[in-house]
């Protein structure tokens, strides 16, 4: 049943007025998913859900709470708002918190040219199995893979409604497709695995099933015969497939949260240059067809692209309100939240900027060291930085890919890896992170 988010969030911020709320502010949120497994050729698993939930935020002076519910029924709304209000009155105060300022609000209320929805709506579980079952086929049609342990497709919708009480009201539309599949080469203790996948807000942009379980399998297969590599100082290069992990740690390092709570290596870096100086990091809420794209955040505000880091130089934090006001900055448009809690920093989609060699250009001038393609596990000590994470790829001698390895571990310190990054060009252009293979020289790798 679909219901009218916008009449269901005005009339649960008016029960919280009524219960005795400063302010409030509701995120509704209703949708559709429906997934398909196959195995050998047959429907293994189908799966479909619709759901509908709201969730509360009320404010009595600097103290607030957050409740939940599925309960579209005005008696519904009355008990959510009245247990908001009860519960924000025992909460300890935060002086940091509250709504936006009227003039701070977004005037963009909807999605309008992001292109996040897909008009062509919801495949036919027919067509979903299809695409599965094809993807299964390609896997298994390449010599050596013994299994595919999953091939799957899946599709899923959502409309999300945000109101305050300070007069702010948006809303907007996702969808997305994805297509994934696992293949499995050789057989028991030299059974090697890898994995392919696709994930798109249009189906018309999804790669063919047929590629993707022939590049599941063909991973697989260069998987087969992995040792531990030898143990010493090497370069590493880490593969775009897990290349965005490096700077999702410098992002959670420049986000205000860690910040004020003086749990970030970045702490007293700001206006430091932390990259290269050729490169910048930057965030574009605003990118269409982007799975991380929005016209404004969980707090009302207008989103906008922005530099996190120019010329290698970090230029600011990632904040909500409540961090902008703790750490005397302004407020970024990052602000996030769930239904049952209240808004904090997160980031939208990010870019890289790329280097000038393929990855190919880079393993041949690494020499001899590792190319990471998956990585297991991680000690990350976000105070000074330091890394150390399970690792597995391929050993390369003389610029060349000379065999699998696995059971090694890679360590440094991201403050000193960072700064030496090199990147190269192969980042996905559809992909919400858009980072590129990055080589880094000299890590500790532990193997045999």
């Not at 479909?48 to 935020?57: A, C, D, H």
């Not at 929805?117 to 979903?128: L, N, R, V």
């Not at 393993?363 to 991680?378: H, N, R």
Request: hydrophobic letters at 40%; one cysteine or more; proline letters at 5%.
């Amino acid at each position: 049943m679909s219901h009218s988010l916008p009449d269901l969030s005005r009339a649960l911020i008016e029960a919280a007025t009524r219960a005795g709320a400063d302010s409030a502010d509701v995120l509704a949120r209703q949708g559709t998913s429906v997934s398909i497994d196959v195995r050998c050729g047959t429907l293994e698993q189908a799966e479909r859900s619709e759901g509908f939930e709201i969730g509360l935020r009320v404010l009595i002076g600097k103290r607030q709470a957050c409740v939940s519910g599925s309960d579209a029924r005005g008696e519904g709304l009355a008990m959510m708002a009245e247990r908001a209000v009860a519960m924000a009155r025992e909460a300890p105060e935060d002086p940091w918190i509250g709504l936006a300022e009227p003039d701070q609000l977004s005037a963009r209320r909807d999605a309008e040219g992001l292109e996040m929805y897909d008009p062509a709506g919801e495949p036919s579980p027919e067509a979903m199995k299809e695409a599965a079952i094809r993807t299964e086929a390609a896997a298994l049609s390449q010599a050596g893979i013994s299994q595919v342990s999953t091939a799957s497709a899946a599709y899923g919708e959502s409309e999300v409604y945000l109101a305050a009480s300070n007069g702010f009201e948006g809303g907007y539309r996702r969808s997305s497709h994805s297509l994934a599949c696992v293949a499995i080469a050789g057989t028991g203790a030299a059974m090697e695995r890898d994995h392919d996948s696709d994930f798109r807000i249009f189906a018309s942009d999804m790669r063919s099933p047929e590629e993707i379980g022939e590049r599941a399998a063909l991973r697989a297969l260069e998987r087969q015969g992995a040792s531990a590599p030898k143990t010493g100082s090497y370069p590493v290069l880490f593969d775009e497939r897990i290349s965005g992990s490096l700077i999702g740690h410098l992002l959670s390092a420049a986000n205000g949260m860690a910040v004020a709570r003086g749990s970030s290596f970045l702490r007293n870096s700001l206006g430091q240059q932390v990259l290269p100086a050729h490169l910048n990091l930057t965030e574009d809420p605003l990118r269409p067809r982007a799975t991380s794209s929005r016209p404004f955040d969980a707090e009302g505000l207008a989103t906008a692209p922005r530099d996190i880091i120019r010329d290698g130089v970090l230029t600011g934090w990632t904040v909500d309100l409540a961090t902008a006001r703790k750490l005397g900055v302004d407020p970024t448009a990052n602000a996030a939240r769930g239904l049952t809690s209240p808004p904090s920093p997160s980031n939208w989609n990010i870019e890289l900027t790329p280097g000038t060699a393929t990855r190919d250009e880079l393993i041949a001038q690494m020499g001899t060291g590792l190319l990471v393609t998956s990585m297991i596990g991680s000690t990350i000590n976000p105070d000074t930085g330091d890394y150390s994470r399970g690792a597995s790829g391929f050993w390369i001698e003389n610029g060349q890919i000379a065999r699998a390895v696995n059971e090694c571990t890679i360590a440094g310190n991201l403050r000193d890896m960072l700064a030496r990054i090199l990147p190269a060009n192969d980042a996905r252009p559809w992909a919400s992170m858009r980072v590129p293979s990055l080589l880094v020289e000299g890590m500790t790798l532990a193997g045999s």
